[in-house]
C-alpha cells in the first residue's frame, strides 16, 4: 500500500483519493468467485458486493452514509475481484502477506481510488497499475520505433490491437508492475521523454458495471407503460436517476389498498396504515379493487424479483380508503392525507357539477376546494387528479379541474390521446377539456391486484369478470396482478409516480416547480403543438396538454437561460417591467477585458472604443434541478439598431448582417444546478469599425443577441419559436440594445434604428415611444420617412422571401419570344423559362395612426412629435421589409454635464405583443 500514492488526477482534472479499504486483485488464469472469497478470508477480506456497508462522503469531521444503489453490480470478471477490508484500513503488513499468499497465480494488485466526490460504491475506480495510455508529441512510425525502444528500457510494451482503436493514444503495459507500476511511471516519463511523449494517461475500472436500469420483476417486460415514458427499458432512463425514496411519501387516496401484498412497500408507522374515511381510524385496507391497482403503478416494489415495478417503487405507500365517496370523504382524505406526511396525492376519481351534463355527480366543490388549497399552499403537496373518461373536450371532471391540480389525459399506444377508435379497441375516450396538464399511458396497464380472488383478477376462483376469462391476458395464475388495468385512473398514478421520484430527487423544490417540469419535459406526441395563451410552459395540444410524461427529461432537466433583467428567475414568459427586455439582460460589452460584469449600470455595459479589441460578456445561469451538460454560449451581432429580430435567421446567421464574434470562453462541460457562468468573446477593431455607427450625429451601436443551450435543457428543444415576444417567452435567447452616448450641449441628434424585419409578413405594426426619462421641455420627434444613410452595411432594398411571385407579378413557364418596338428597332425579344415580370413593391411607411402625438411634415417627410410619456404609433408597412426610423432632439444649452437622458421604442406585432426594442441614454458631457 505504501508505493501508492495518496492521490491521483483523473483524465477528466478531478482527483482520486486512495481508499485504504479495498483493492483488486488480478489474476493470471480465470477463478471462481468462491476459490477467491475463501482464500481472502483468511486475511480479513472479502468480496465486495452490493447491498452490504458502502462508503459515504467526507462532510467536515462527519463520515455521510450512502444507502446502497438497487442497481448495483460489482465489476467481477473471471480474473480480477475486488475485495474489500473486514476489519478496517488494508496496512503494508496485511498487503504484502496476501500477495505473498497468492503467489504466482497474481498477476497484480490494484489500489482501489474514491473519484471526486462521487458517494458509494459507484465512485470507486482502480485506476490499472500495469497500463499507461500515451500520446506522441508527433505522428509518424518515426517517432513511434524510438518511443518503442525508449520504452523498453522502462519494462513498457505496445499492444498494437489496442492500440490501434485509442486514437491519438498508444496502449503500453507493464511487463512487471510489482517492481514499478504505473503511478510511479507516469510522472516520469512526461519528464525524462516529453520530446515524444505529450500526454500519459491511466486506464481506470469502476468498481460497478456501469449497466443501465433493468429491474428483475419478472412482470417488467409486459409493462410497455414504463418503456414508453423512459422510465426504464433500453438505454439511459428515468430509473438510472430515481426510483423513489422511502422517505418521500406518495398518498393513494381511493379504495384502499391490500394491505399485505408483497409488492407494495408501505410507509412506517401511522401513515403506512392509512385510514379509512367511513370511521376516520385505521386501516386503509380495501373497499375495492381500484386502489390497490392504481398503488402498483405508482409504487410497485422496485428490483424485487417479483411482479411489476412502479415509477417510484422505492417510495412509501400511504392508503386513505373511501368508505362512502361523499365530498366531505374527499376533502378529509386530502387533509389526513397532507397532514400526515404525504409529499404526493394520487386521484383517480372526479365527479362533474350538477350543470356539466355528465356524470358522476353531486359533490359540493367548495367542502374540497379549501382542503387543495391546504395541501398544495400550506403543506406543500403534489396533487394528481384523472381528467375523467367520456371523451370530451369540453371539461374535465373535478378535482382535476381544480387549478391547483395536475389534470391527467390518457394516452394509447399509439401515443395519441386514447379515443374510442384507438387500436386498443376499448371503445371509451380520455377526456380532454381546458386546463389538462399532461397525459400519461392508460390502456393494458399491468399492476398489483387485490391478492387471490378479491380484485380485477379472478383466476383463482370465484366469479370471473369478462375481461379475465382468459389466463393469462387477464392476470396471473394467483390473482395478485392485473394485466388491463386503463382509464385515466391508470394514467394518473404514472403522473404521481414521477411526481414522487423528482420530490425524492429533488426534496427543495415546490409543488408548483414539480408540476413545471413534469410539464416542460413531456414529449410532444400525439399532433402538432403550439403556443397557448395563459399556459406558461411551453406549447400545448388541445388534446394532450403539454404532452405525454417523460421522467428521464424530468429527472434529468436542466433549465439554462439568460437573463432579460435583474429580477428575471428564469421562468417563461419572462416579465420585464414595461416589457424592456433589451435593456439590462445578462449581456455586457467591455473595452478591457476585466471581467467586470454589471449590465445594470449602463455605463459599465454599453461602452465601445475604436482602434481596439473590445469584449463581450454573457452570463448564463441554471435554473433546473439538474446539472447542465455541455452548456454552449453563441452570439451574433447586427450592424443596426433594430427593433424585431426572427429566431433562427437572426441568431445563427452569420453574413454581412449578423457578424459573429470571436469565442474566447463560450462551451462549458457543466454548470451545477442554481450556478451560473460568464460566456467571453472578443469583437475586433475592424468589426467594431463595421458594426458601430460612427457617422457625425448618428451615434450609436448595434444590437447584440445571444443563445444559450445545454445537452439536457429539453425545454428549449420541443418548444415552438414562432411568433413575437419570442426572447421573453424562450430565456434560452436574449438581447441587449442600449446605446451610451456622449453629448455636448445645444447638440441636435438623431437615433436611427430599422423596424420590422425581412421575415416578418405582417401588414401593420405599432412602434410605442417612452420619453418618460426626457423632460417635457424637451421636444421629441420619430421620423418614419428616414432614407436609411446611418446604416451603410444593411440592403434595405425591397424584398420577395423566397421564390414567390410578387403580387400582380408574372411568370413564363415556356420559352417566349415576343416581338416589340424598343426604341427606334423593331425586333424579337427572347424570354426563357421561368424569367419573371414583377411590379415594383411598394417602400416605406403608409397610413399613420398616433395616441400621444402628433404627426407633422417637414421638409416633405413625416415626423411624429412625441407630447406625452408615451406614444402609441400605428403603421402601415411593407411585408418582408426593413425601414429606417430615427428618434430626434435636441440636447438644451443649459445642460450640464453628467446629466442623463434616456429614449426608448419598441415594437408591437398585429396580436400586440412587444417583438423588440432599443434605448439611448445622452450623457452631457
Given at each position: 500500500?505504501?508505493?501508492?500514492?495518496?492521490?491521483?488526477?483523473?483524465?477528466?482534472?478531478?482527483?482520486?483519493?486512495?481508499?485504504?479499504t479495498h483493492l483488486l486483485l488480478s489474476f493470471r488464469e480465470p477463478q471462481s468467485p468462491q476459490d477467491v472469497e475463501e482464500r481472502v478470508r483468511e486475511y480479513g477480506?472479502?468480496?465486495?458486493?452490493?447491498?452490504?456497508?458502502?462508503?459515504?462522503?467526507?462532510?467536515?469531521?462527519?463520515?455521510?452514509?450512502?444507502?446502497?444503489?438497487?442497481?448495483?453490480?460489482?465489476?467481477?470478471?473471471?480474473?480480477?475481484?475486488?475485495?474489500?477490508?473486514?476489519?478496517?484500513?488494508?496496512?503494508?503488513?496485511?498487503?504484502?502477506?496476501?500477495?505473498?499468499?497468492?503467489?504466482?497465480?497474481?498477476?497484480?494488485?490494484?489500489?482501489?481510488?474514491?473519484?471526486?466526490?462521487?458517494?458509494?460504491?459507484?465512485?470507486?475506480?482502480?485506476?490499472?497499475?500495469?497500463?499507461?495510455?500515451?500520446?506522441?508529441?508527433?505522428?509518424?512510425?518515426?517517432?513511434?520505433?524510438?518511443?518503442?525502444?525508449?520504452?523498453?528500457?522502462?519494462?513498457?510494451?505496445?499492444?498494437?490491437?489496442?492500440?490501434?482503436?485509442?486514437?491519438?493514444?498508444?496502449?503500453?503495459?507493464?511487463?512487471?508492475?510489482?517492481?514499478?507500476?504505473?503511478?510511479?511511471?507516469?510522472?516520469?516519463?512526461?519528464?525524462?521523454?516529453?520530446?515524444?511523449?505529450?500526454?500519459?494517461?491511466?486506464?481506470?475500472?469502476?468498481?460497478?458495471?456501469?449497466?443501465?436500469?433493468?429491474?428483475?420483476?419478472?412482470?417488467?417486460?409486459?409493462?410497455?407503460?414504463?418503456?414508453?415514458?423512459?422510465?426504464?427499458?433500453?438505454?439511459?432512463?428515468?430509473?438510472?436517476?430515481?426510483?423513489?425514496?422511502?422517505?418521500?411519501?406518495?398518498?393513494?387516496?381511493?379504495?384502499?389498498?391490500?394491505?399485505?401484498?408483497?409488492?407494495?412497500?408501505?410507509?412506517?408507522?401511522?401513515?403506512?396504515?392509512?385510514?379509512?374515511?367511513?370511521?376516520?381510524?385505521?386501516?386503509?385496507?380495501?373497499?375495492?379493487?381500484?386502489?390497490?391497482?392504481?398503488?402498483?403503478?405508482?409504487?410497485?416494489?422496485?428490483?424485487?424479483?417479483?411482479?411489476?415495478?412502479?415509477?417510484?417503487?422505492?417510495?412509501?405507500?400511504?392508503?386513505?380508503?373511501?368508505?362512502?365517496?361523499?365530498?366531505?370523504?374527499?376533502?378529509?382524505?386530502?387533509?389526513?392525507?397532507?397532514?400526515?406526511?404525504?409529499?404526493?396525492?394520487?386521484?383517480?376519481?372526479?365527479?362533474?357539477?350538477?350543470?356539466?351534463?355528465?356524470?358522476?355527480?353531486?359533490?359540493?366543490?367548495?367542502?374540497?376546494?379549501?382542503?387543495?388549497?391546504?395541501?398544495?399552499?400550506?403543506?406543500?403537496?403534489?396533487?394528481?387528479?384523472?381528467?375523467?373518461?367520456?371523451?370530451?373536450?369540453?371539461?374535465?371532471?373535478?378535482?382535476?379541474?381544480?387549478?391547483?391540480?395536475?389534470?391527467?389525459?390518457?394516452?394509447?399506444?399509439?401515443?395519441?390521446?386514447?379515443?374510442?377508435?384507438?387500436?386498443?379497441?376499448?371503445?371509451?375516450?380520455?377526456?380532454?377539456?381546458?386546463?389538462?396538464?399532461?397525459?400519461?399511458?392508460?390502456?393494458?396497464?399491468?399492476?398489483?391486484?387485490?391478492?387471490?380472488?378479491?380484485?380485477?383478477?379472478?383466476?383463482?376462483?370465484?366469479?370471473?369478470?369478462?375481461?379475465?376469462?382468459?389466463?393469462?391476458?387477464?392476470?396471473?395464475?394467483?390473482?395478485?396482478?392485473?394485466?388491463?388495468?386503463?382509464?385515466?385512473?391508470?394514467?394518473?398514478?404514472?403522473?404521481?409516480?414521477?411526481?414522487?421520484?423528482?420530490?425524492?430527487?429533488?426534496?427543495?423544490?415546490?409543488?408548483?416547480?414539480?408540476?413545471?417540469?413534469?410539464?416542460?419535459?413531456?414529449?410532444?406526441?400525439?399532433?402538432?403543438?403550439?403556443?397557448?395563451?395563459?399556459?406558461?410552459?411551453?406549447?400545448?395540444?388541445?388534446?394532450?396538454?403539454?404532452?405525454?410524461?417523460?421522467?428521464?427529461?424530468?429527472?434529468?432537466?436542466?433549465?439554462?437561460?439568460?437573463?432579460?433583467?435583474?429580477?428575471?428567475?428564469?421562468?417563461?414568459?419572462?416579465?420585464?417591467?414595461?416589457?424592456?427586455?433589451?435593456?439590462?439582460?445578462?449581456?455586457?460589452?467591455?473595452?478591457?477585458?476585466?471581467?467586470?460584469?454589471?449590465?445594470?449600470?449602463?455605463?459599465?455595459?454599453?461602452?465601445?472604443?475604436?482602434?481596439?479589441?473590445?469584449?463581450?460578456?454573457?452570463?448564463?445561469?441554471?435554473?433546473?434541478?439538474?446539472?447542465?451538460?455541455?452548456?454552449?454560449?453563441?452570439?451574433?451581432?447586427?450592424?443596426?439598431?433594430?427593433?424585431?429580430?426572427?429566431?433562427?435567421?437572426?441568431?445563427?446567421?452569420?453574413?454581412?448582417?449578423?457578424?459573429?464574434?470571436?469565442?474566447?470562453?463560450?462551451?462549458?462541460?457543466?454548470?451545477?444546478?442554481?450556478?451560473?457562468?460568464?460566456?467571453?468573446?472578443?469583437?475586433?477593431?475592424?468589426?467594431?469599425?463595421?458594426?458601430?455607427?460612427?457617422?457625425?450625429?448618428?451615434?450609436?451601436?448595434?444590437?447584440?443577441?445571444?443563445?444559450?443551450?445545454?445537452?439536457?435543457?429539453?425545454?428549449?428543444?420541443?418548444?415552438?419559436?414562432?411568433?413575437?415576444?419570442?426572447?421573453?417567452?424562450?430565456?434560452?435567447?436574449?438581447?441587449?440594445?442600449?446605446?451610451?452616448?456622449?453629448?455636448?450641449?445645444?447638440?441636435?441628434?438623431?437615433?436611427?434604428?430599422?423596424?420590422?424585419?425581412?421575415?416578418?409578413?405582417?401588414?401593420?405594426?405599432?412602434?410605442?415611444?417612452?420619453?418618460?426619462?426626457?423632460?417635457?421641455?424637451?421636444?421629441?420627434?420619430?421620423?418614419?420617412?428616414?432614407?436609411?444613410?446611418?446604416?451603410?452595411?444593411?440592403?434595405?432594398?425591397?424584398?420577395?422571401?423566397?421564390?414567390?411571385?410578387?403580387?400582380?407579378?408574372?411568370?413564363?413557364?415556356?420559352?417566349?419570344?415576343?416581338?416589340?418596338?424598343?426604341?427606334?428597332?423593331?425586333?424579337?425579344?427572347?424570354?426563357?423559362?421561368?424569367?419573371?415580370?414583377?411590379?415594383?413593391?411598394?417602400?416605406?411607411?403608409?397610413?399613420?395612426?398616433?395616441?400621444?402625438?402628433?404627426?407633422?411634415?417637414?421638409?416633405?417627410?413625416?415626423?411624429?412629435?412625441?407630447?406625452?410619456?408615451?406614444?402609441?404609433?400605428?403603421?402601415?408597412?411593407?411585408?418582408?421589409?426593413?425601414?429606417?426610423?430615427?428618434?430626434?432632439?435636441?440636447?438644451?444649452?443649459?445642460?450640464?454635464?453628467?446629466?442623463?437622458?434616456?429614449?426608448?421604442?419598441?415594437?408591437?406585432?398585429?396580436?400586440?405583443?412587444?417583438?423588440?426594442?432599443?434605448?439611448?441614454?445622452?450623457?452631457?458631457?
Open positions: 500500500m505504501e508505493r501508492f500514492p495518496k492521490e491521483l488526477r483523473h483524465g477528466s482534472g478531478a482527483i482520486m483519493v486512495l481508499d485504504p477480506m472479502a468480496l465486495a458486493a452490493p447491498g452490504g456497508p458502502t462508503p459515504g462522503i467526507e462532510r467536515g469531521l462527519e463520515r455521510v452514509p450512502r444507502p446502497a444503489n438497487p442497481f448495483e453490480v460489482i465489476n467481477h470478471t473471471d480474473r480480477r475481484f475486488w475485495v474489500r477490508s473486514q476489519a478496517g484500513s488494508i496496512d503494508q503488513e496485511r498487503f504484502n502477506a496476501l500477495q505473498n499468499a497468492m503467489g504466482d497465480a497474481l498477476e497484480w494488485i490494484g489500489p482501489v481510488y474514491r473519484l471526486g466526490n462521487v458517494p458509494g460504491l459507484g465512485g470507486l475506480v482502480c485506476p490499472l497499475p500495469n497500463v499507461l495510455l500515451l500520446r506522441t508529441t508527433q505522428p509518424g512510425e518515426e517517432v513511434q520505433r524510438n518511443l518503442d525502444r525508449r520504452l523498453k528500457r522502462y519494462g513498457l510494451s505496445e499492444v498494437r490491437e489496442k492500440s490501434q482503436y485509442l486514437g491519438e493514444y498508444r496502449y503500453y503495459v507493464l511487463d512487471h508492475p510489482e517492481d514499478r507500476n504505473a503511478y510511479e511511471l507516469q510522472s516520469m516519463l512526461l519528464e525524462s521523454e516529453r520530446e515524444l511523449v505529450s500526454d500519459v494517461q491511466f486506464e481506470t475500472m469502476p468498481m460497478v458495471v456501469p449497466i443501465t436500469a433493468v429491474p428483475n420483476d419478472p412482470l417488467f417486460p409486459r409493462q410497455w407503460d414504463m418503456t414508453r415514458i423512459q422510465a426504464g427499458g433500453p438505454g439511459n432512463t428515468g430509473w438510472d436517476i430515481s426510483t423513489g425514496a422511502a422517505g418521500t411519501i406518495v398518498c393513494v387516496l381511493d379504495q384502499g389498498c391490500d394491505l399485505t401484498h408483497p409488492d407494495l412497500q408501505f410507509a412506517p408507522g401511522a401513515a403506512g396504515q392509512g385510514i379509512n374515511l367511513g370511521t376516520m381510524a385505521p386501516p386503509g385496507s380495501p373497499t375495492g379493487p381500484h386502489g390497490t391497482a392504481c398503488a402498483g403503478i405508482v409504487l410497485g416494489r422496485f428490483n424485487n424479483s417479483a411482479g411489476v415495478a412502479g415509477v417510484a417503487g422505492n417510495c412509501s405507500l400511504m392508503p386513505v380508503a373511501f368508505q362512502n365517496w361523499t365530498d366531505a370523504e374527499c376533502a378529509a382524505g386530502i387533509n389526513w392525507a397532507a397532514n400526515n406526511g404525504a409529499r404526493v396525492i394520487s386521484m383517480s376519481f372526479g365527479v362533474y357539477a350538477p350543470g356539466d351534463g355528465f356524470g358522476p355527480t353531486g359533490w359540493n366543490f367548495a367542502i374540497i376546494d379549501p382542503a387543495i388549497n391546504n395541501a398544495v399552499n400550506t403543506r406543500g403537496c403534489v396533487l394528481v387528479a384523472a381528467t375523467g373518461n367520456e371523451n370530451t373536450g369540453v371539461i374535465n371532471r373535478y378535482p382535476a379541474r381544480n387549478p391547483l391540480v395536475i389534470a391527467v389525459g390518457g394516452s394509447d399506444q399509439a401515443d395519441n390521446r386514447k379515443n374510442p377508435m384507438s387500436a386498443d379497441g376499448e371503445c371509451w375516450g380520455a377526456n380532454f377539456g381546458p386546463g389538462i396538464s399532461v397525459v400519461a399511458p392508460c390502456v393494458q396497464i399491468p399492476t398489483t391486484d387485490i391478492q387471490g380472488a378479491g380484485g380485477y383478477n379472478t383466476n383463482n376462483g370465484g366469479p370471473r369478470l369478462v375481461a379475465c376469462v382468459n389466463y393469462p391476458s387477464c392476470g396471473d395464475a394467483a390473482g395478485d396482478y392485473f394485466f388491463q388495468f386503463n382509464g385515466t385512473s391508470s394514467a394518473t398514478p404514472h403522473v404521481a409516480g414521477l411526481a414522487g421520484a423528482i420530490r425524492s430527487q429533488y426534496a427543495a423544490l415546490t409543488p408548483g416547480q414539480v408540476r413545471d417540469i413534469i410539464e416542460r419535459t413531456a414529449d410532444k406526441v400525439g399532433g402538432a403543438y403550439a403556443d397557448a395563451p395563459g399556459f406558461p410552459n411551453g406549447t400545448r395540444n388541445n388534446q394532450m396538454g403539454y404532452g405525454r410524461i417523460n421522467m428521464l427529461r424530468a429527472l434529468d432537466f436542466s433549465d439554462v437561460f439568460i437573463k432579460d433583467w435583474t429580477g428575471d428567475t428564469g421562468v417563461e414568459p419572462s416579465t420585464p417591467p414595461g416589457s424592456n427586455f433589451w435593456t439590462f439582460s445578462d449581456i455586457v460589452v467591455r473595452i478591457t477585458d476585466d471581467n467586470v460584469f454589471d449590465p445594470g449600470d449602463p455605463s459599465k455595459s454599453s461602452n465601445v472604443e475604436r482602434g481596439q479589441t473590445n469584449y463581450l460578456y454573457i452570463r448564463v445561469t441554471n435554473n433546473g434541478p439538474r446539472e447542465a451538460r455541455n452548456v454552449t454560449v453563441s452570439a451574433r451581432i447586427t450592424p443596426y439598431v433594430g427593433l424585431e429580430f426572427v429566431y433562427p435567421a437572426d441568431w445563427t446567421s452569420v453574413d454581412a448582417t449578423h457578424v459573429a464574434p470571436t469565442p474566447v470562453t463560450a462551451t462549458f462541460p457543466s454548470i451545477p444546478a442554481g450556478g451560473s457562468a460568464i460566456a467571453k468573446f472578443t469583437i475586433s477593431s475592424s468589426q467594431v469599425d463595421t458594426l458601430w455607427g460612427w457617422i457625425s450625429g448618428m451615434s450609436w451601436h448595434p444590437c447584440l443577441l445571444a443563445m444559450v443551450n445545454a445537452d439536457n435543457d429539453y425545454a428549449f428543444t420541443t418548444v415552438s419559436t414562432a411568433g413575437g415576444g419570442l426572447v421573453v417567452r424562450r430565456n434560452n435567447l436574449a438581447q441587449r440594445n442600449l446605446s451610451v452616448i456622449d453629448v455636448l450641449s445645444a447638440t441636435t441628434l438623431a437615433f436611427p434604428f430599422l423596424a420590422g424585419n425581412l421575415f416578418n409578413s405582417e401588414h401593420t405594426m405599432e412602434i410605442l415611444v417612452d420619453r418618460s426619462r426626457l423632460p417635457m421641455a424637451i421636444p421629441l420627434y420619430l421620423g418614419l420617412d428616414e432614407d436609411g444613410k446611418a446604416f451603410p452595411q444593411v440592403d434595405l432594398t425591397a424584398k420577395t422571401p423566397g421564390d414567390e411571385q410578387m403580387e400582380g407579378g408574372l411568370v413564363f413557364i415556356e420559352r417566349t419570344r415576343v416581338e416589340a418596338m424598343l426604341g427606334c428597332c423593331r425586333g424579337i425579344l427572347t424570354l426563357e423559362k421561368g424569367s419573371r415580370f414583377d411590379c415594383p413593391s411598394a417602400t416605406g411607411i403608409g397610413e399613420v395612426s398616433v395616441k400621444g402625438g402628433e404627426v407633422i411634415i417637414r421638409g416633405g417627410k413625416r415626423l411624429v412629435e412625441v407630447r406625452e410619456e408615451q406614444a402609441v404609433i400605428r403603421v402601415e408597412k411593407q411585408p418582408n421589409q426593413l425601414h429606417p426610423m430615427a428618434l430626434r432632439l435636441e440636447v438644451p444649452r443649459e445642460a450640464q454635464g453628467g446629466e442623463e437622458y434616456l429614449v426608448s421604442v419598441a415594437q408591437r406585432n398585429e396580436a400586440g405583443q412587444t417583438v423588440g426594442g432599443a434605448s439611448a441614454l445622452y450623457r452631457v458631457r
